[in-house]
């Protein structure tokens, strides 16, 4: 016998979120499940900050024996000025999701969002083909950039995207080249024909937001639809295209695989993305 302790490591690694506001963010419950999961001593905290707070908390968090966090709204675009650090996919979608603190303080800043989006597509329709036909995209924000970039890097050959404001898609178009085909708002269902994904990239659909109103009639029952909204589970506009004939794809699975990467480089093992997660974030 022996009265010797379990050994602790030294440093009890510490990651989380930051946004403002916080409070309905998911991401903690994900994290904690993995945490227990693999047996980690480690924390995942939201952490509510504002605007004017940005720089300095960055700063201090390293400190105070972070490791990394997550960035949501509205600060996905300002920490890349912050950062020590950029990868081209978040320089390329102009908003980082992820950040690594690095044992010398300096930070690192990427973006899996796409990432997050393409696996959500492969594990929940595993046959899903990127060169199979046009992609349609409704939204032209900070999500439907990333969506954007990873279609296109995946091998869609012709995106095809609509945003209430146009000038917000024609800048996506000036910046990701002439495999974008902007459509007007008002024509945003003309878009659909022919198009083998659709994706919206937009908030509309989600509790407490308008709904998205596009006609589906052009809409092939071949299509692939996915929405990034997960609150509801099965949007409005997924209900509508499923009653088509279409396979549909949730939201939730963008928000469990993006994660997956932060929380390997944080606490040093690769998560799994599966039903039992599903159910712990969805309590």
Known sequence: MTDEQPSRPAHVPLAGVIGMPIAHSRSPRLHGHWLRRHGIAGYYIPMPVMPEHLAEVLRALPRLGFVGVNVTIPHKEAVLTLADAVTDRAALIGAANTLIFRPDGKIHADNTDGYGFIANL?????????????????????????????LLDSGVKELRITNRTRIRSEQIKAEFGARLVVYDWAQAGNMLEGAATVVNATSLGMEGKQPLRLPLDALSPDALVTDLVYTPLMTPFLLDAQARGCRVVDGLGMLLHQAAPGFERWFGRRPEVDDDLRRAVLE
Not at 128 to 137: I, K, L, S, T
């Open 122 to 150: 492969r594990q929940n329709a595993p046959d899903w083909q990127a060169d199979a036909g046009p992609a349609a995209v409704i939204g032209a924000g900070g999500a439907a950039r990333a969506v954007v970039a990873s």
